[in-house]
């Protein structure tokens, strides 16, 4: 089993963080400058493509985090700009080491484990959320009249894009109409004038939820605001799909062990985290649209004409740091945070199991899928327990996990026996292919809420808005009643143990050690490291 599928800690030791550089966007950048993890660039970079190709290409390779110093139409302290907060390194052993530094966990934290300390603080007490009077947001300030965001250097990330996107890795700060809940959410948002953005709100997201419950008391807009470079924990809960109703800075707070200080807003009660680097306010208007789109989402598909129309959300006041920093996102195809942070959904997944007792051992909504499918481990003893057919069981899990907001993201649930390490894309698909029938172990889900920007739910026909999900059964019928008259067939399980410890010391075909070689005469092991597969060899 490779290291990605194996927690790094030990099994009495509880997940806690404690460290600065969670609570702290420029705490977490000089974390990465100490982690060697940093690409600061100080020539001048133009907004438009540039820095977007750069953040792009520096992704696709799993090279260092860009930050940028010199932003070419950059004034008055707005803005530096960052990318690639969460995607992925090309370090052997610490392929992770971003999104375990945003958390708080040490670099080399597998997968597993950092998806055990997400899915753990779903069962914690949440932890409030420390109100201060003042905060480095506050640092500057400008209102009405002085605000124009045609003005200011925003990033058109893709040359097929529509416009020039603001948000692509800030929190929405949205409240509810009785104040019990405050809800943070990442979604892009595009200059539509000089004091307006217009945001893609899609059906039955949270910032959805809130707004048709406003408009139940007859409203026609409401309190709004964006926090940009906040605390990277806060960004990647902010991603996560977590049950309406649960406030992402309580989460937060429960995640990491003691609570985030926020303040509040200039122009309304909103709180927002007080190191944020840079804060919109404003209004969520119900009743004003404008076009939104193109853009080249995480799915790397783009279409010709993708522009709709989309609430508008007006900018009264932008307070921020002193040399505020920008962090944008440019997604596209595998791997960047898009992808990371929909595939720590499989740790929502894992407590839904849980809580409805499901014999379900672990779960990874792999890479390679952009997070859209999700590999159940069942435990085949405690399966056969439950003496229930294939289809009712396949029925069951559909019912549930499809219609809660863990699945969103997730088009496709693959159950596969415990023999299977989830974490292991090669070991996925072999189960996929050897066991799942087509056609017969096949359970397509019609009736359940689908997710409108995969492409096939778009573009491809049918309804856009529901269905569109499967559950694929890669558990042959005997496993069913908790047998298994069959193995793999590998190196590992397929020779006895000293035969393997001679070849491996012998031939030098240790773990890590790809062959052998001669030069001059000489024998020569040559090394290779196990990458992720979503690591391309570009990037070695």
Not at 49 to 65: D, K
Not at 128 to 155: H, R, Y
Not at 357 to 371: H, I, S
């Amino acid at each position: 089993m490779r290291a990605v599928g194996r927690s790094t800690l030990g099994p009495q030791t509880r997940l806690t963080s404690s460290k600065a550089y969670s609570h702290d966007f420029r705490s977490f950048l000089d974390a990465l400058r100490q982690q060697e993890d940093l690409l600061e660039i100080h020539q001048e970079v133009d907004p438009i493509l540039e820095a977007g190709a750069i953040v792009r290409r520096t992704s696709e390779i799993n090279g260092r985090a860009p930050l940028f110093h010199n932003i070419k139409g950059a004034r008055d302290g707005l803005w530096r700009m960052f990318g690639n907060a969460a995607s992925l390194r090309s370090t052997p052993g610490a392929q992770y080491g971003r999104i375990a530094t945003a958390l708080g966990l040490p670099q080399g934290a597998s997968w597993k484990t950092i998806c055990d300390f997400v899915e753990e603080a779903s069962r914690r007490r949440p932890v409030a959320p420390e109100i201060v009077s003042d905060g480095p947001c506050k640092e500057n300030k400008m209102f009405g009249g002085e605000i124009d965001l045609n003005q200011l250097p925003v990033p058109q990330l893709h040359m097929e894009d529509g416009g020039k996107y603001l948000q692509t890795y800030g929190l929405h700060v949205l409240q509810s109409p009785e104040a019990s809940w405050t809800n943070w959410s990442i979604f892009r948002g595009m200059v539509h004038d000089a004091r307006h953005l217009a945001c893609l709100v899609g059906t039955g997201q949270h910032n959805s939820v809130i707004r048709e419950r406003w408009r139940r008391e007859g409203k026609t807009e409401i309190p709004w605001a964006l926090a940009l470079g906040v605390p990277p924990a806060a960004s990647i809960v902010a991603a996560l799909p977590i049950p309406h109703d649960i406030s992402e800075a309580e989460y937060v707070g429960a995640m990491l062990g003691r609570p985030l200080k926020l303040v509040k807003c200039e122009l309304s009660d909103l709180l927002v985290p007080a190191t944020s680097e840079i804060v919109l306010e404003g209004t969520f208007s119900f009743t004003e649209t404008g076009d939104e789109g193109l853009f080249g989402d995480y799915l790397g598909v783009v279409f010709d004409g993708d522009r709709h129309q989309q609430p508008l959300f007006r900018v009264d006041a932008i307070t921020y740091r002193n040399d505020a920093i920008l962090p944008v996102s440019v997604p596209g195809r595998i791997t960047d945070e898009s992808h990371t942070t929909a595939a720590l959904a499989a740790a929502q997944v894992m407590t839904l199991c849980k809580k409805h007792n499901l014999p379900v051992t672990d779960a990874f909504a792999p890479f390679e899928t952009m997070a859209t499918w999700c590999a159940l481990q069942i435990d085949i003893k405690e399966l056969a327990k439950r003496n229930v057919t294939a289809a009712d069981f396949c029925q069951a899990v559909g019912e549930l996990l499809f219609r809660d907001k863990s699945c969103m993201l997730i088009n496709r649930i693959l159950l596969v026996g415990d023999d299977i390490d989830v974490y292991d894309f090669k070991d996925v698909i072999w189960a996929l292919v050897t066991r799942c029938r087509p056609g017969q172990d096949e359970y397509v889900f019609e009736d359940v809420p689908g997710f409108f920007l995969t492409p096939y739910m778009s573009h491809g026909g049918g309804d856009r808005k529901m269905g569109g999900k499967s559950i694929f059964d890669c558990l042959l019928p005997m496993e069913y009643q908790g047998r298994r008259t069959f193995r793999s067939v590998d190196f590992e399980r397929s020779y006895p143990e000293d035969v393997k410890a001679r070849v491996q010391e012998r031939y030098g075909l240790s773990p890590g050690i790809a062959g052998l070689a001669l030069r001059n005469g000489h024998r020569y092991a040559f090394r290779v490291y196990s990458w992720p597969s979503a690591v391309p060899m570009d990037a070695v």
